[in-house]
């Protein structure tokens, strides 16, 4: 979703130009992410979210649902389902039956483990707009060493093309993508995997910067420079570059596992105002990278979503964001520098829609 194609009835393009002025002024969320459950049946290398699957029992539907209302009802426009693994959860597909009267981009991110050509069919038939899946490598035993559990790339290709065999054969349905987590393992065997996407009919890809403490599973930083020349060559599949392969600076940045520092000094990210994240123990925070160091909003056991977004900590933390002062994590995470660029347009956008630019989904 382009942020910028939002702002064309000149309102919400003044609120947002004024926001730097006034950080508490009344604006709409317009992206929710859910995590809603932290159970996964494989174990990643660089993931510790399924190490927490027995404290949790995950975010509860009623509550999503409720929660999705109420944001509906102010200006949502996009949710973003995630786990874990989002489709351990029997109850995830009731929950998007319960949302089909919500005019809303619907996305949903799976390791597609469990895709059967049953949940092939419902996915279809709710009108999801974009289906992810995750998978890193174009050799088998690598994707299966790095998701910690054999078997696990044939699943998630047999997933695949179930779900491109019935958008094909239904002529509609959701946009099918891949996510890949770019390690210093794979980031040389990237050709492969988008020779491999492109012929299973695969119509999105993004590249995910591996974001660990753990150097050794960092990309070196010419090996982030080398992306740059092939580029080129994946971007008809690419839905967004990423800011490690601009320049050598950045590059060097990244092989630090810096990518939030790669735009020009003194941009906001404006995350804060247009998105929220709510995690599977139903708290509600900012966005997904700043869950375990910036402040919580509350919970959802405790108070509505809107009081949540009313919360002194939120005030805090778009106070502070306005100001220029960033939290410490924002310089791990590259996130939202598309939908940041795509805001600053949005704000300053004529009012015509046919003068916004041309977009890809």
Known sequence: MDLGRLFTDGDLAGRASRLRVRPDAPFPVLVAKIKLTWRCNLRCRFCSLWAREESSPGLPVDAAARTLRELAAQGLKKVHFSGGEVLTRTDFRPLLESLQDLDLQVNLTT??????????RWLVDLRLHTVAFSLDDAVTKKHDEVRGVPGAWRRTMM???RLVERVQKKGRGPVVAVNTVVTRENVDRLDDLHDLLAARGVQAWRLLPVRTPLKKLRPRAEQWAA??????????LLVRDLAAWRSAVQAREAARGRFGDQAAGGVICWAPWYSVFIDADSRVFSCCT?????????GLHQ??????LESRERMEVLTSMASGHEFGVCRTCDEFLRENEEFVRGASAPADPSEVPEFRP
């Open 111 to 120: 390791n597609g483990t469990l895709l059967d050509k049953e949940t092939a």
């Open 159 to 161: 997933g695949i093309d």
């Open 227 to 236: 992306l740059a020349d092939r580029w080129p060559r994946w971007r008809p």
């Open 290 to 298: 700043g869950r375990n160091s910036m402040p919580s909003y509350g």
């Open 303 to 308: 108070a509505s979503v809107g009081e949540a």
